[in-house]
């Protein structure tokens, strides 16, 4: 193992982590302060509660019945707070928009700390001097991998299984004033396995899987049943040469070490290998872990 990295986001003017601790955090997307449950936050906050209560447009309240989805919840809203609104990041050459939501499971329609994995993504494709550069993105939520994977020259394909999903991102491709991305709405594992058969190559894999999911035909995702059969997928699939690989995974308690062996045992062949937490440093300087990541090229 080359040792553990921690990726902190580059400056991003439309986002900041203001503070974090007992389970909550405290984020500015654009004009707008969101409060949310972060489960990684154990520690006391570095600022008082007036000042959370201060500075929040919206706040998270997840829903107390036993019948639901512990996860589900209601946002309380500030007068003028909408419910929708636009942030950007800007790339090199371009400026990539995103639309943010609030939904009932406390995510806004962006992850910020893959902020620096864009930036990889990015500087990566820019640097293959080829004229096609097939780029799939698996479990590709909102698509912000996708679309700058695209503003850099990448023929994208963008899987995710639920078409609401697929529909905001093709509202942020067209803000983005992008356009091309072929959207496929399926279970990133059987598209995968269909791709392998058709003999299908790709000179980049971005992969998110989740710790549980369904397919839209009911296809059940379990990653620690099933993350070891999909590398060995997208090992068939990821060209020999001008190839990267980028794994995700926020899974709480599952290792790197792990991730790394799986990644290994299918590519014994990578360079550039790195491994890490993903993270964002608040105002105190403090660091709050995310996820990990794993990604090399070859």
Same mark, same amino acid.
């Given at each position: 193992?080359?040792?553990?990295?921690?990726?902190?986001?580059?400056?991003?003017?439309?986002?900041?982590?203001?503070?974090?601790?007992?389970?909550?955090?405290?984020?500015?997307?654009?004009?707008?302060?969101?409060?949310?449950?972060?489960?990684?936050? @154990?520690?006391?906050?570095?600022?008082?509660? =007036?000042?959370?209560? #201060?500075? !929040?447009? &919206?706040?998270?309240?997840?829903?107390? %019945?036993?019948?639901?989805?512990?996860?589900?919840?209601?946002?309380?809203?500030?007068?003028?707070?909408?419910?929708?609104?636009?942030?950007?990041?800007?790339?090199?050459?371009?400026?990539?928009?995103?639309?943010?939501?609030?939904?009932?499971?406390?995510?806004?329609?962006?992850?910020?700390?893959?902020?620096?994995?864009?930036?990889?993504?990015?500087?990566?494709?820019?640097?293959?001097?080829?004229?096609?550069?097939?780029?799939?993105? @698996?479990?590709?939520?909102?698509?912000?991998? =996708?679309?700058?994977? #695209?503003? !850099?020259? &990448?023929?994208?394909?963008?899987?995710? %299984?639920?078409?609401?999903?697929?529909?905001?991102?093709?509202?942020?491709?067209?803000?983005?004033?992008?356009?091309?991305?072929?959207?496929?709405?399926?279970?990133?594992?059987?598209?995968?396995?269909?791709?392998?058969?058709?003999?299908?190559?790709?000179?980049?894999?971005?992969?998110?899987?989740?710790?549980?999911?369904?397919?839209?035909?009911?296809?059940?995702?379990?990653?620690?049943?099933?993350?070891?059969?999909?590398?060995?997928?997208?090992?068939?699939?990821?060209?020999?040469?001008?190839?990267?690989?980028?794994?995700?995974?926020?899974?709480?308690?599952?290792?790197?070490?792990?991730?790394?062996?799986?990644?290994?045992?299918?590519?014994?062949?990578?360079?550039?290998?790195?491994?890490?937490?993903?993270?964002?440093?608040?105002?105190?300087?403090?660091?709050?872990?995310?996820?990990?990541?794993?990604?090399?090229?070859?």
């Amino acid at each position: 193992m080359n040792g553990i990295k921690i990726l902190k986001p580059a400056n991003w003017v439309d986002y900041e982590l203001i503070d974090s601790g007992n389970g909550e955090k405290l984020e500015r997307f654009g004009k707008y302060v969101l409060r949310r449950p972060e489960p990684q936050a @154990l520690w006391g906050r570095s600022m008082p509660e =007036s000042e959370w209560i #201060k500075f !929040a447009h &919206a706040t998270f309240r997840r829903e107390k %019945s036993q019948n639901k989805d512990q996860d589900k919840g209601i946002w309380e809203l500030k007068p003028g707070m909408p419910e929708q609104w636009y942030i950007q990041y800007s790339l090199e050459n371009t400026v990539i928009k995103l639309r943010l939501g609030l939904t009932s499971f406390k995510h806004v329609g962006v992850f910020p700390e893959q902020a620096e994995n864009w930036d990889y993504i990015y500087r990566t494709i820019s640097c293959f001097q080829q004229e096609s550069v097939p780029v799939l993105n @698996l479990f590709a939520y909102t698509g912000g991998a =996708s679309l700058v994977a #695209k503003a !850099a020259g &990448a023929d994208v394909v963008h899987v995710d %299984s639920v078409k609401q999903v697929i529909n905001w991102s093709a509202g942020n491709m067209e803000a983005s004033n992008l356009n091309g991305i072929r959207w496929v709405v399926e279970d990133a594992m059987k598209f995968i396995r269909r791709e392998v058969k058709r003999g299908k190559v790709y000179n980049g894999i971005i992969l998110d899987p989740p710790a549980y999911g369904r397919g839209p035909d009911g296809e059940k995702w379990i990653l620690e049943d099933q993350i070891d059969e999909m590398i060995g997928l997208c090992s068939k699939l990821l060209e020999k040469n001008n190839a990267f690989l980028i794994l995700n995974l926020y899974s709480m308690g599952f290792s790197a070490i792990i991730a790394e062996n799986i990644i290994r045992s299918h590519f014994p062949d990578i360079r550039d290998f790195e491994c890490g937490e993903l993270c964002v440093q608040e105002r105190s300087q403090r660091l709050l872990p995310l996820g990990i990541f794993m990604r090399f090229k070859r």
